[in-house]
């Protein structure tokens, strides 16, 4: 495990006119850079000869940009990853990928860390000899020279940094956790000593639907519109805007929900952790409207905001299959389809939580033991975080509603959480209940 390893901050920039005119031509010269790797590498395709490496990318794009030099050969780098990305999933089984085809006009701006300067409160990054550089205002935590990536989010620029974080001291023991990914649940946890978190996911699956709604109500206006009119521009507009609060929701409710989760982890001493993957569930045609759900579902980042987190935190995590594990009964073995979120079995009677029950049953998978299901107890069902819509500090009236001296309640930690608690994992109020199905601890 890594030490040091490293983050991803976002600034969020307002630069002047002049500045985003510089900005969108130098992602138009990005794009073109791309554009030209991805060229090279479809001839390459069609005369059956040698790929095209670091070194004749770079050779390639070298002075032929309206870029920083450095920056092109970032360009280059991110392609060569995104082969080799294609490449591993393609030898996985995953024949539907593909390799870079297609077209882009605009690409992200990037710079590694040598070529930022800081000059005061400022941030200088530079476009080339010749050219006017990109001065941006410097953030107050950036205080070192680093990687940076300059992205257009629908509406306005944002500026990634790659900012140094230190792994905790890796953690020893013999307790494991399991966690089943889901959509109604975004994270569905168990351990070996016989503990159990469900975190929801219902606030991003709303969001989601919310957004595809919104999507086809004014693409229905859009329609009717002559394409580049004042009404069409303005709907896009407003559709733009829509879109990026979305997507600045959604992350924010997943980097919560799987701190929620990592932090149950580390409270109770996992040392190993085992992340089922739901690939294959995409592959079953279940109709437009589950489907959509289902393409909407995004595992992958799940798996890498935990992934990340986890590394962090000094545990180590590895990636399975969850094949059949929520249609096997944990005390007898018994498979059917479940209904509804609490799985009860016909053959025993035994009675769990849905995506417990899918947790429980991938510790036999992943580390060859068969621990108890989880008593009521010893279940906390928690929210990710409070929505932007019900923040209730965010009103501007001197009492937002709470009544004469009344504040709102103070956001709690998971470690809190747990020391307030007389051995007992509760949620407080607002943030979750105690999850009961069951009063006693199955043995399995």
Known sequence: MSADLQTVRIAYVSPSAATQAIMREGQMESGKAWMACRDALHEAFKTRSKWPNRDSLQKLVKGKFALHSQSAQMVCHAFLANVDTATQLRKSGRSEIRYPYKEKLFYPLLWPAQAMSIDGNKIVLPMGRGRKSIVLDRPEWLTEKTACKLVWNRMGYELHVSAPAKAKRAVAGDVHATIDLGQIHQCAITTNTGKGLIVSGRGIRAEKQRTSKMHGSIAAKQARCKKGSNRYRRLQKARNTYAARSERRVRDLRHKGTRQAVDFCEVNGASQIFIGNPDGVRKRHSGRHHNQRMSQWEYGKDIDYLTHKIELAG??????????????????????????????????????????????????????????????????????????????????????????????????????????????????????????????????
């Open 315 to 444: 545990m180590s995590s590895f990636i399975g299959s969850e094949r059949g594990t929520s249609s096997r009964c944990p005390a007898c073995g018994h498979r059917h389809k479940p209904k509804g979120r609490e799985w009860t079995c016909k053959a025993c009677g035994f009675r769990g939580h849905r995506d417990l029950v899918g947790s429980i049953n991938m510790h036999p998978i992943a580390f060859g033991e068969k621990p108890i299901f989880p008593a009521a107890f010893a279940i906390t069902y928690l929210r990710p975080g409070t929505s932007a819509k019900k923040v209730f500090d965010r009103s501007n009236r001197p009492d937002p509603g709470l009544g004469e001296g009344i504040s709102p309640i103070a956001p709690m930690s998971l470690h809190e959480r747990m020391e307030s608690t007389a051995g007992i994992a509760r949620a407080p109020q607002g943030a979750g209940h105690v999850h009961s199905i069951s009063s006693e601890a199955h043995s399995l």
